[in-house]
C-alpha cells in the first residue's frame, strides 16, 4: 500500500498515477530542438572522470519504482533511508534507477527527475512553491542553464502543476524542502522561474 494525499492506495493504483505523471509530461518539451545537442546528452551519459567516483543515478519519487520493475534498460536498487541523508519521514527503502545503455533507454519510463530537467522544485524560506534552474545542482553543466536559453512555458506551467500535486504527498514535500534549505545554504545564485 502507497499513501498519496494520506489516502492508502494499491501498488497497481499508484502504478497507473505514475503513468499518468508521466503522459502529461510527455505532452511538453523543455524547448523545441533535441537540447542533447548542444551538450552531448550530458544529463544522460554524465560519467564521472578519474578523480571522482560518483555514478549517474537517480533518485525515484515513491512510487516510481513500480514503473522499473520488469524494465530491460534500467537498473533498479534501493538503499536504507538510514544510509544517506534523507528526510526522517521517509522510513522505508530509498529507491534509485540507473539506465544501463545511456542515452538509449526506454524514454517512455524515464523518471520524473528526467521530465522535468531542468527544472527543480524549490520551497521558499516563506513556504511558497516555485521552479528553479539551479546551476549548481548538477554534477555537469547544461548548456539551457549556462546560456540562458528561453524555456518553453507550456513546459514551465505542467511541470509546476505536477510538481504542485507531487508534493501535496508528504513524504515528497519532505524532500522537495529539506533539497531547498540545502539549496538556500549553498548559493543564492538559483533562478526563480515560476
Not at 551519459?45 to 530491460?72: F, I, K, Q, R
Not at 545511456?102 to 527544472?119: G, V
Request: include cysteine; proline fraction near 6%; charged fraction near 30%.
Amino acid at each position: 500500500m502507497y499513501n498519496l494525499d494520506n489516502m492508502e492506495i494499491t501498488a497497481q493504483e499508484m502504478k497507473r498515477t505514475i503513468q499518468k505523471i508521466y503522459q502529461r509530461l510527455d505532452e511538453v518539451t523543455p524547448v523545441d530542438f533535441d537540447c542533447g545537442k548542444l551538450c552531448g546528452e550530458v544529463c544522460c551519459v554524465y560519467d564521472a572522470d578519474e578523480t571522482h567516483t560518483e555514478e549517474l543515478v537517480l533518485y525515484l519519487l515513491p512510487g516510481e519504482e513500480l514503473m522499473y520493475e520488469d524494465s530491460p534498460d534500467f537498473e533498479l536498487y534501493y538503499m536504507d533511508s538510514s544510509e544517506i541523508r534523507y528526510p526522517h519521514s521517509w522510513k522505508d527503502n530509498i529507491y534509485l534507477v540507473k539506465c544501463k545503455n545511456p542515452p538509449r533507454c526506454d524514454r517512455s519510463i524515464r523518471p520524473i527527475q528526467c521530465r522535468t530537467f531542468p527544472l527543480v522544485p524549490h520551497i521558499s524560506k516563506n513556504g511558497e512553491f516555485h521552479l528553479v534552474l539551479d546551476e549548481t545542482e548538477f554534477p555537469y553543466e547544461c548548456p539551457i542553464i549556462r546560456d540562458h536559453i528561453k524555456l518553453n512555458e507550456d513546459f514551465i506551467n505542467v511541470t509546476y502543476e505536477i510538481w504542485k500535486m507531487l508534493i501535496s504527498n508528504p513524504l515528497v514535500y519532505d524532500l522537495v524542502d529539506m533539497d531547498s534549505k540545502d539549496r538556500d545554504r549553498r548559493t543564492s545564485k538559483y533562478k526563480i522561474m515560476i
